[in-house]
């Protein structure tokens, strides 16, 4: 039995619990109540409705208040950001938003009676693809979210790579010191690979190639319709994605790259284009013995990875705490 099935297994035989799950991104808020890898409800909201994080957080307790939660007591909720490994906070300002999420698990938790878990959203996607999508039987499950930005996490067995963190959204595929046309980041630094893989990259590219404004996605559609401008903004954002993709095999040297968020409704064209980026010579170390394209795949969750492994996540931390907790209380007779 490989690891990632045994990973797969332990997480079947727990007791089957409804968990609020949450993905907050910078185009939509989704909510959604989930009992072993199984979404029952879901709501969603556009991030444009918002202008802080008290706004978004008092339309999130509404909107939940709307679900059937009577026996839910505890939430997992993905940010576009770091987290504070104490506190459960998110931290920093999330490049694609005007604000950031400052007490926002404190106020929902204490407005709706839960306990709420904060996770980078890049982390829950890849534990949601690991545990239920293309990843479950696989050791190693690299994640690539390409929407309004760009999400990278790792997983292998039981372990999270990098879990407090998960920003390899910021590894740079162009170095701003040799290169001073290099894309400027919403993150305040300049080369990093959102700044050329995301839907929010691709719309900006596209702009400057053709006056014309389109989000993300639009020109995922003008892609598939063979728009050149398109068609050259979409291959230059995958040669970008290869690189990271090379960067990710680097630090694994296996596992499988799952490739979700909006962009990649693209479907199969934008794989294909991928693969052949991949196949070009010098972008993989060691390409006698890694065909690293066939170990790129889409995912099969239809947008829900975030949220599944949200709910996962949130099982996990709520275990532990209980197991602290036991521990503390646990006095052995001598």
Not at 125 to 143: K, L, P, Y
Not at 165 to 182: C, M, Y
Not at 246 to 267: D, K, Y
Request: charged letters at 20%; hydrophobic letters at 45%; one cysteine or more.
């Amino acid at each position: 039995m490989t690891i990632a099935s045994e990973r797969v297994r332990n997480y079947s035989a727990r007791p089957a619990r409804r968990i609020l799950a949450g993905d907050i991104g910078g185009t939509n808020l989704r909510l959604a109540v989930v009992k072993q890898g199984r979404v029952e409800e879901s709501v969603n909201v556009p991030m444009a409705e918002f202008s802080s994080s008290k706004a978004l957080a008092k339309r999130s307790a509404l909107e939940i208040s709307r679900l059937d939660v009577h026996d839910i007591v505890i939430g997992g909720i993905g940010f576009p950001c770091p987290i504070d490994g104490a506190s459960g906070e998110p931290l920093l300002s999330p490049p694609n938003l005007k604000f950031g999420f400052n007490g926002f698990i404190q106020a929902l938790s204490q407005a709706t009676g839960m306990k709420i878990f904060g996770f980078n959203d890049a982390r829950s996607a890849v534990m949601g693809e690991a545990m239920f999508g293309s990843g479950r039987t696989e050791e190693v499950v690299i994640w690539h979210g390409i929407g309004t930005g760009y999400g990278f996490a790792i997983v292998d067995g039981e372990r999270e790579i990098f879990p407090t963190a998960a920003e390899g959204g910021h590894f740079k595929v162009v170095n701003p010191i040799l290169d001073l046309s290099a894309r400027e980041c919403g993150c305040g630094a300049s080369g990093c690979v959102e700044a050329y893989v995301s839907g929010t990259a691709m719309a900006k590219q596209y702009f400057e190639l053709s006056g014309r404004k389109l989000t993300g996605e639009e020109v995922g559609a003008a892609f598939l319709s063979k728009d050149e401008i398109a068609v050259r903004v979409v291959h230059e954002a995958m040669a970008y994605l290869a690189m990271n993709i090379s960067t990710g095999h680097a630090l694994t040297l296996n596992g499988r790259h799952v490739l979700g968020g909006g962009v990649a409704q693209i479907g199969q064209p934008l794989l294909k284009t991928l693969k052949t980026m991949l196949r070009t010579p010098g972008v993989v170390s060691w390409p006698q013995q890694n065909d690293l394209a066939s170990k790129v795949f889409l995912t099969k969750l239809d947008g829900k990875a975030g949220l599944l492994g949200a709910a996962v996540l949130a099982e996990r931390e709520a275990d532990r705490i209980q197991a602290a907790m036991d521990f503390a209380l646990y006095d052995p007779v001598l």
